[in-house]
């Protein structure tokens, strides 16, 4: 396994641990589409407002060792987003999914030694 898959499986972990912390419910990782692989699918219960329903959550990991040569962000341009959503629309349609969904990016910086120097979840960046 190269270096730059290692840092991708060892961020995904971070992500998933993160999000279950936060009450999410991870039904699927590295699901694979026609269209490229989804990192990970959530599922989150809303709040007492909205009890009952839940929103299907399409997490995008970017991880990277440093702050050198840009943050993971950066990384996430125009073409990457249409790939996302493109994934998300093929999962829930081979699902039947009719209900919300919402896709997330969760950017992870590591230190040398792998721990988490900074991690951000942004919600809905599509």
């Known amino acids: 396994m190269s270096q730059h898959n290692e840092v991708g499986k060892i961020g995904e972990e971070i992500a998933k641990r993160f999000l279950i912390k936060q009450g999410y419910k991870i039904i699927e990782q590295n699901y694979k ?10 599922k ?7 009890a009952g329903k839940i ?3 399409f997490v995008e990991v970017r991880t990277k060792v440093g702050d050198n040569f840009g943050t993971p962000e950066e990384t996430i341009n125009k073409k990457k987003m249409r790939k996302l959503t493109g994934n998300a629309l093929a999962y829930t349609a081979f699902k ?31």
């Open 44 to 50: 989150k219960p809303f709040g007492r407002l909205r």
């Open 96 to 126: 039947k999914w009719n209900g919300a969904l919402r896709i997330d990016a969760i950017c992870i910086v590591l230190n040398s030694d792998y721990s988490v120097k900074r991690l951000n979840h942004y919600e809905n960046i599509v």
């Open 33 to 42: 589409t026609k269209y490229a692989e989804i990192d990970l699918i959530a």
């Open 55 to 57: 929103d299907l959550v």
